[in-house]
């Protein structure tokens, strides 16, 4: 069993930055894919970012945040952070951290086994 944990949302005006952290509980977790989606109510859940459980070996960005964004793991503190820059209105969203026992990154969510309850982030333009 896996348990995550995010934090770091908040309110932020457009053009600022936010960092986001997801804390893992489990033995397993070096051997996870861990990724960050973002949902809107009544919307389907959008990937945002993944990152392969041996990190350097994989790492994937939705197209509307690269260049923007920085997903990163720190396997010895069972942490992801998201780092989030230049943020507009359009980020604006839940977000929700996701851990994959294929050790992969999947963008699509039916493919994650954990996920965690989300933390809210609003950006004001």
């Known amino acids: 069993q896996v348990q995550l944990v995010e934090s770091g949302g908040g309110l932020v005006q457009a053009g600022g930055s936010l960092r986001l952290s997801c804390a893992a509980s489990?033995?397993?977790?070096?051997?996870?894919?861990m990724s960050w989606f973002r949902q809107l109510p009544g919307k389907a859940r959008e990937f945002v970012s993944g990152i392969s459980w041996r990190f350097g070996e994989g790492i994937d960005y939705a197209d509307s945040v690269k260049d923007r964004f920085t997903i990163s793991r720190d396997n010895d503190k069972k942490t992801v952070t998201l780092q989030m820059n230049s943020l507009n209105d359009e980020d604006t969203a839940v977000y929700l951290c996701a851990a994959s026992k294929t050790g992969l990154i999947r963008r699509n969510p039916s493919d994650y086994d954990y996920w965690g309850q989300g933390t809210q982030v609003t950006v004001s333009s």
């Open positions: 489990g033995r397993t977790f070096t051997i996870y894919g």
